[in-house]
């Protein structure tokens, strides 16, 4: 684990405007910057970050948060690995707190695989670009397949030279651990101790990682393959696993999140062709059957999964694969295949980049009915085999167990049943089945789990309870989040010469409380840090550990729009503009506040009067008069008047 002190110091370095400014171009516009909002198409910048509050928020998507959480959205990574990812880019060198020897071995190993493995690109990289077989044998036949230098370059794809041992020699100069080396896959041992290189003569693809940090490769024959397989692949390490792993996922993540669409195919050279054609949301699963953690890297950046694998029966059957475990993870799965003995590579070379497009758009087949049309085939008027091919289309069905989607499961069913001519009820009654057999199972799973492992499993996610579109508040709440407001931007500063703000306001709020429980709570917080001497502010809460606080203190703080410097030459004689108003400020929207406060204690006096006995009646006249030398004290400070 990283330790407080890495983090805390992680979080005194980082510049949201250079971090962002990274990936997107950004404008001063007064004293916050403005952009195109890169988790979604605009084409109007609604996109604000505040350098001084150290947030973004987008006013067209709603997506919004601290520096950390949009390396983590932008990039997909998580927490640790976006602290990671911040503590290179500014030197920060990360202390871990205190592990066991095995895993600090664990850690050393990681990291000399991935240094290995960059070492290893840049060798490939080098062969393939900068000698005469490199040119002569790799890069005319990456050439002949359509690639081009700059798609090459962009997923780093290398070449290994045909001689024995031309990387080991490389890897023993530059003193790498020699024990370490065959758990690459990179080299293999030969006579005990001789080492020789393990793709020889072949095309060598990067695999990247969540980070972009290479985690193995694969390596394919030049021509076809004859005696030799097709590709060789990195043996699974402690940085290489293969089942948890899509290729291009890295390159594909911010295509796929925009597009809200994952293409799924089979083959590295189909990811690197598509990429070319300007068709970026796309992975591969390397021709195996899919894991759920494949379908979960899926999950993290789209719902929706479109597997297009070649129209042979081989192809057909590698897309029906891991069809369930995708229901199951609330993926909403098409299918389409590829014509003509075609595969992705081939065919959006042959029709081009639209003309791929629309067929993908065009020959989209749902994947239970198309799994169903292809069972039907192979059953005809087999009595039990049809038998068999309803129970299992109604345990498929039954996979899609999620609340939201009952209404597509009753679809299915509808569906199902009409084209296998059977009674919809009955078929419902066979999925329901499926679906408490599969919960008596989960059951007795967890009844043989330890306690602790069950309570891990009830634990729920806070929910985001925000809704940050305050067009849609309440007044109460909106007096409730300026109060808010004030404290997070002014608690710290000198209200007058005894006082702070937050001293002031504490004051002026006795008696008083938040309808809001969320903000409430944050009142609390801030109330408990000033106490302890802690100086709370903004970032405090930005950097929160719970993302509702995290969301409501941007929701809180940033607007869309700011005054416009050019107020003050419009205006002879007045400073509109980086005036400090603070002090106004304060006493302007805790009047106000309490004001609506005292509104909805009338209200409820007035009520409890019309239903109080006598002597409750004149406790309660007492009340009201009370109120209203409350209310006429705070309207002459605002130099309002209050009309019933």
């Not at 684990?1 to 990936?23: A, H, S, Y």
Request: proline share 2%; with cysteine; net charge negative.
């Amino acid at each position: 684990m990283i330790t407080p002190q890495t983090i805390e110091q992680i979080k005194n370095r980082l510049d949201i405007i250079d971090v962002v400014g990274e990936f997107v171009k950004l404008k001063k516009r007064g004293s916050n910057y403005l952009g195109n909002c890169p988790f979604h198409n605009e084409k109007t910048p609604s996109f604000t970050v505040s350098p001084a509050k150290e947030l973004y928020k987008c006013f067209g998507c709603g997506k919004s948060g601290n520096t950390i959480t949009f390396v983590m959205e932008h990039e997909k990574l998580t927490y640790v690995e976006a602290l990671r990812w911040l503590a290179a880019r500014y030197n920060i060198e990360i202390e871990e707190t205190q592990v066991s020897e095995a895993q600090k071995l664990q850690f050393a190993v990681a990291d000399s695989l991935y240094v290995i493995n960059s070492f290893a690109s840049k060798f490939f990289d080098e062969q393939l670009f900068n000698t005469e077989d490199g040119q002569a044998i790799a890069m005319s036949y990456l050439k002949e397949r359509g690639f081009r230098e700059e798609i090459i370059k962009k997923f780093q794809i290398g070449y290994n030279p045909q001689s024995r041992d031309t990387l080991a020699k490389a890897l023993i100069a530059n003193q790498f651990n020699k024990e370490l080396l065959p758990k690459t896959g990179l080299v293999t041992v030969r006579n005990e101790t001789e080492l020789v290189d393990n793709y020889r003569g072949r095309i060598i693809f990067p695999i990247h990682g969540n980070t972009g940090k290479i985690i193995g490769f694969g390596a394919r024959v030049i021509g076809k393959a004859e005696k030799a397989p097709k590709y060789i692949n990195t043996p699974e390490n402690d940085i290489y696993v293969k089942s948890k792993i899509l290729y291009g996922s890295y390159f594909a993540r911010v295509a796929i999140d925009k597009a809200d669409e994952c293409l799924l195919v089979e083959g590295y050279t189909d990811v690197v062709s598509l990429h070319q054609a300007g068709i970026e949301n796309v992975v591969a699963s390397g021709g195996t059957s899919l894991t759920i953690d494949q379908l979960r890297l899926v999950k993290k950046y789209t719902n929706n999964l479109t597997i297009i694998y070649d129209g042979d029966s081989a192809g057909v059957k590698a897309a029906l694969r891991g069809l369930d475990m995708a229901l199951e993870e609330g993926l909403n799965v098409k299918l389409v295949l590829i014509p003509d003995n075609e595969d992705p590579d081939s065919y959006v070379n042959k029709v081009g980049a639209s003309g791929f497009k629309d067929f993908i758009a065009t020959n989209k087949k749902d994947f239970i009915l198309f799994q169903l049309e292809v069972m039907l085939k192979e059953v005809g008027t087999d009595v039990n085999k049809k038998s068999d091919l309803v129970n299992q289309i109604a345990d498929t069905i039954s996979k899609i167990n999620k609340v939201e989607d009952f209404t597509k499961q009753q679809d299915y069913i509808k569906q199902c049943s009409a084209i296998l001519k059977i009674d919809e009820g009955g078929l419902t009654t066979l999925v329901n089945k499926y679906k408490r057999d599969k919960v008596a199972k989960e059951e007795k799973k967890q009844q043989l789990s330890s306690f602790d492992d069950i309570n891990a499993q009830l634990v729920e996610q806070p929910e985001d309870v925000l809704n940050d579109n305050s067009a849609l508040l309440n007044v109460d709440e909106k007096h409730e989040r300026n109060v808010l407001r004030i404290l997070l931007e002014y608690g710290l500063n000198a209200f007058d010469e005894n006082q702070r703000v937050a001293d002031y306001v504490f004051k002026e709020m006795e008696g008083f409380h938040f309808d809001n429980p969320q903000l409430e709570i944050m009142l609390e917080m801030y109330r408990l840090q000033y106490r302890d001497g802690l100086e709370p502010s903004t970032k405090t809460f930005l950097y929160s550990e719970d993302e509702t606080i995290r969301n409501l203190t941007i929701a809180i703080t940033i607007f869309p729009y700011e005054l416009n410097a050019g107020w003050d030459n419009l205006i002879d004689g007045k400073k509109i503009t980086g005036q400090d108003n603070s002090h106004q400020d304060v006493i302007m929207s805790l009047n106000y506040y309490k004001l609506r406060k005292i509104k909805k204690m009338f209200d409820q006096n007035q009520y409890d009067m019309e239903h109080a006995d006598i002597d409750g009646q004149m406790q309660l006249i007492k009340i009201h008069k009370h109120l209203k030398d409350m209310e006429q004290q705070i309207t002459r400070q605002l130099g309002t008047v209050i009309l019933r």
